[in-house]
C-alpha cells in the first residue's frame, strides 16, 4: 500500500506494522477527506493519497446521503473489482453453470464530466463499464452483455433501457442470465416491459425502431440488430397474452435463463417478491458487496436465497478493521508529534478478531487512496470461510429515523413496511416504493411514511396499514416514546403513481446512473427537493390510532 503523504502526516516514517497504523492514522469520514479529493480532483500534481496520482474520479450515488460524493478510483481499484467479480463467478458457475450465451444487463453509464483538475469523473460503475478489462473479463465469464455499447453509454436512460429490453428479446433464446448492479434496476426493467410491450413487439414486426428512440448513435446501433421478424414478434405476443398478472415473465421470455443476478440485500430486499413474482422458478443470486470507494465481499454462497445472503471478505483487496457496534466509545490520548489532545475513537478489530453474531461498523483502508475509512455500513458476521468473515449486510449507520430516545434504522422501516404491505396483499395490491421523514414541525414529532402502491385501496385498510406501521417500529425507545405521547402517531402519507419515478429522474439529472441507484428511504432535512417532490405528491393521510 503506497501511503506517501499519508505517512507524513501522521508520522508513520516508514513503518508499516498494522500497531504503528492504528496508533498514528485516525478514523475518518469522507468529509474529513474531501479536501484531499478535491485538491486530487483540481488537479494537484504532487502526491496526495497514493504515489501514483489518481486519474479518474468515482461519483457515489449519493442516494442514501442526498449528496454525490467523489472518491478517488484508480487501476488498483479496477483491478480488485475484476478478482471480486471472477471469485463469486467462481462459485456460481460450480452450482448454476450458464453455456456459452448472453446476459441481459441491464447497465448503464452515467455522463462523464472532467473535473477542474481534467480527470474524468463518473459513477463507480460507469468507470468500470468503461474500461476494457471489464468487457474482456465479462466474455471470459460467459457473461457479455446482449446490448451494444451505445445503448449501454446512452445519454438517456429511458431509451437504453427500451433498447436493452429489445436486445433481450432478439437474443431471447441465448440469453444465460437477466442482471444488473442492483436489483432496482431488474424491476424497473420489467415494470417498463409491462407498460410497452406492444410497441416492442411492432418494433420486432417491422424491424424498424419507433421514434420514442431518438439519439442517432443508439438507432444506428440498434439498426444493426434489429431485422423484420413476425414470428418472433407473434411468439412474444402469445407469451405476454398467456401469462397471469405477468408471472413467471422472465422464464417465460427467455427459456435459457438460468439465474438472475444483482445486488438483493439491504435496501434491495423491499424488491425482491417482484422479482420473484417475474422470476417464477428461476434462482435469485445476490451480487457482491461493494462501495463506489471500494470492494468488500464476494459471495461465495449463492445457493442461498438473497434474505440469507453472506459476503466473504477478500482480505488481500484492502485492510479492513470493524467497530464493534455493541461496545461503548473509549477515551484515547492522541501523541500526533507535539501536539496531545483527547479524542473519543471507538475501538475497531482487526478481521480475524471479529464474532460470530455481532454487528460491526465497517473501515477500509484500501488501493484507492482510502485510509481507516468509516464507510456508514452494518454488517452481522454469519460464520467464518477459513479465516475471513461472512458478513451479512445489515443497514446504513446513518440512515435513522430520530426524535426523542428513539433510534430506527433502515432495517426497522423496512420490516414494518413489509409487514403492514401484507395487508394490501390480500387485496392483490403491492407497496412499489417507499421512504421516510420525521415531521418536527408538530408537536410532539412523529414519523412519516410515504407509500406509492399499485391500485386503489380502502380509507378502512389504509388506515389499518398505518396502524400496523406504528405498531411495527420495535425500537426500544420509540415504542416507550410512543406509549406516553412524547412521540406523535406515526403518518402514512400515500403519493401518486409515478411519484418515486420522479424521484430518480430529480437523481439522474444531478448526474446520478440508473446502475446505483438507491431509493432514500429516510429524507433528512438537507436532501429538501427530495423531501418536496413527495410533499406535492400525496393524495392522501392517514394517522395512527395504535397507541
Ligand atoms: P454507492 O457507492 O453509492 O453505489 O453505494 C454503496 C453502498 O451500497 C454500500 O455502502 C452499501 O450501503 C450498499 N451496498 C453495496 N453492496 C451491497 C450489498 N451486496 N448488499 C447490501 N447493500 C449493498
Given at each position: 500500500m503506497d501511503a506517501l503523504s499519508i505517512c507524513k502526516i501522521w508520522g508513520l516514517n516508514g513503518r508499516t506494522d498494522p500497531e504503528s497504523f492504528k496508533a498514528c492514522v485516525p478514523l475518518v469520514t469522507h468529509k474529513d477527506l474531501e479536501p484531499c479529493i478535491q485538491r486530487v480532483a483540481d488537479g494537484a500534481f504532487s502526491p496526495i493519497l497514493t504515489r501514483k496520482p489518481i486519474t479518474t474520479i468515482s461519483i457515489s450515488s449519493g442516494t442514501t446521503q442526498g449528496k454525490p460524493k467523489f472518491v478517488p478510483f484508480n487501476d488498483e481499484l479496477m483491478e480488485t473489482t475484476l478478482q471480486i467479480f471472477r471469485t463469486s463467478f467462481a462459485f456460481r458457475n460450480k452450482e448454476f453453470p450458464i453455456e456459452n450465451g448472453r446476459a441481459l444487463q441491464f447497465i448503464y453509464s452515467s455522463k462523464q464530466i472532467k473535473t477542474k483538475g481534467g480527470l474524468f469523473a463518473g459513477t463507480a460503475t460507469s468507470n468500470v463499464f468503461r474500461n476494457s478489462q471489464f468487457r474482456k473479463a465479462m466474455k471470459a465469464m460467459q457473461?457479455?452483455?446482449?446490448?451494444p455499447d451505445e445503448v449501454i453509454f446512452g445519454p438517456d436512460f429511458h431509451q437504453s433501457l427500451y433498447c436493452h429490453l429489445l436486445c433481450g428479446l432478439i437474443f431471447h433464446e441465448e440469453i444465460q442470465l437477466v442482471s444488473s448492479t442492483f436489483a432496482y434496476s431488474i424491476v424497473l426493467a420489467f415494470r417498463t416491459f409491462e407498460q410497452v410491450w406492444e410497441e416492442l413487439c411492432d418494433d420486432i414486426r417491422e424491424g424498424v425502431l419507433r421514434s420514442r428512440i431518438t439519439f442517432p448513435s443508439v438507432r444506428s446501433a440498434m439498426a444493426k440488430l434489429l431485422k423484420p421478424n413476425p414470428e418472433l414478434a407473434d411468439l412474444i405476443e402469445k407469451k405476454c397474452s398467456g401469462l397471469s398478472n405477468w408471472y413467471g415473465l422472465i422464464p417465460e421470455l427467455f427459456?435459457?435463463?438460468?439465474y438472475i443476478y444483482g445486488i438483493m440485500t439491504g435496501c434491495m430486499e423491499p424488491y425482491l417478491k417482484k422479482l420473484r413474482h417475474y422470476a417464477a422458478d428461476v434462482p435469485l443470486i445476490s451480487a457482491d458487496y461493494g462501495s463506489s470507494e471500494g470492494w468488500i465481499g464476494a459471495n461465495i454462497n449463492p445457493s442461498l436465497p438473497p434474505e440469507s445472503a453472506t459476503y466473504a471478505v477478500l482480505p488481500n483487496i484492502g485492510y479492513f478493521e470493524f467497530i464493534p457496534l455493541k461496545e461503548n466509545v473509549e477515551e484515547h490520548m492522541q501523541d500526533n508529534g507535539n501536539v496531545s489532545f483527547l479524542s473519543m475513537e471507538p475501538k475497531p478489530v482487526d478481521l480475524t478478531e471479529v464474532r460470530v453474531g455481532e454487528e460491526y461498523e465497517v473501515i477500509i483502508t484500501n488501493?484507492?487512496?482510502?485510509?481507516?475509512?468509516?464507510?456508514?455500513d452494518v454488517v452481522k458476521v454469519m460464520g467464518f470461510h477459513n479465516s475471513t468473515p461472512e458478513l451479512k449486510f445489515v443497514c446504513r449507520r446513518n440512515v435513522m429515523l430520530a426524535i426523542n430516545i428513539d433510534k430506527s434504522t433502515e432495517q426497522d422501516l423496512q420490516l414494518a413496511v413489509e409487514e403492514a404491505a401484507k395487508l394490501i396483499a390480500k387485496e392483490k395490491?403491492?407497496?412499489?416504493d417507499f421512504s421516510s421523514n420525521v415531521d418536527v414541525s408538530t408537536d410532539p414529532g412523529h414519523y412519516v411514511v410515504f407509500w406509492e402502491i399499485s391500485g386503489e385501496v380502502s380509507d378502512e385498510v389504509l388506515t389499518e396499514c398505518c396502524n400496523c406501521l406504528d405498531r411495527s417500529f420495535v425500537d426500544g425507545g420509540y415504542v416507550s416514546s410512543r406509549k406516553v405521547d412524547a412521540i406523535g402517531p406515526l403518518e402514512l402519507r400515500v403519493v401518486r403513481r409515478g411519484t418515486f419515478q420522479k424521484i430518480l429522474d430529480h437523481y439522474l439529472g444531478l448526474g446520478a446512473a440508473l446502475s446505483q441507484f438507491k431509493t432514500p428511504r429516510c429524507v433528512g432535512p438537507t436532501n429538501n427537493e427530495v423531501l418536496q417532490i413527495l410533499c406535492d405528491n400525496v393524495a392522501k393521510n392517514y394517522f395512527s390510532t395504535a397507541f
Open positions: 457473461s457479455e452483455c446482449c446490448s427459456p435459457n435463463v438460468k488501493f484507492g487512496g482510502l485510509y481507516r475509512y468509516k464507510l456508514g395490491l403491492e407497496v412499489i
